[in-house]
């Protein structure tokens, strides 16, 4: 599906941002025993609003309509549906080609968090560089992640949740 262009600003309908959220969930990596653990993935829109007393509040909601510069909150959930305790849990998630990673917003309890530029080696944030055709390089920033990576440091036990979130704003 093509966004369409309106008044110079590109709008991405809700079936586009379904879409990219299946897509998501379809390429999300788990490293556990086939089928014992079962992944949800949603999408939230931020939407900013002043309170009365000036306060600024921060609410996410279903995304009906995704505009450039909107902020997305990805929260990933994953829940061990075995009889059986697991550990060693690692997720992958891409960062889809129309959204650059918003910097410090990947959570997860117990975990530890990694990203990569090129698909093959991930590291703390602080240790990713860049090269150019050069072969001069420098330090990576959050808008050069391609993918981030969890490891989940407890051990699941039957029935039990844990989640994930990033966020992006979409180029």
């Known amino acids: 599906m093509r966004a369409q262009k ?22 999300l990596d788990a490293y556990a025993e086939e089928g014992a653990i079962r992944f949800s993935n949603n999408a939230f829109k931020q939407v900013i609003s002043k309170n009365a007393d000036g306060s600024v509040q921060y609410d996410y909601v279903e995304p009906k309509l995704v505009l450039p510069d909107d902020v ?16 060693n849990i690692v997720i992958n998630n891409p960062i889809a080609n129309n959204s650059k990673y918003r910097a410090g917003s990947a959570t997860g ?3 530890e968090i990694t990203f990569t530029v090129d698909g093959k080696t991930f590291a703390a944030a ?10 001069r390089s420098w330090q990576a920033k959050p808008e050069d992640y391609t993918a981030i ?13 844990g989640k994930v979130t990033y966020k992006t704003t979409i180029k």
């Open 126 to 135: 602080d240790a990713l560089t860049v090269k150019d055709k050069t072969g």
């Open 6 to 27: 309106q008044n110079q600003i590109f709008i991405y309908p809700v079936k586009l941002v379904s879409l990219f959220a299946f897509l998501l969930l379809m390429s």
């Open 149 to 161: 990576r969890w490891l989940y440091k407890k051990v699941l036990k039957p029935g039990e949740k």
């Open 72 to 87: 997305i909150l990805y929260e990933i959930v994953f829940e061990n549906i075995t009889d059986k305790e697991i550990s």
């Open 109 to 111: 309890d117990a975990t």
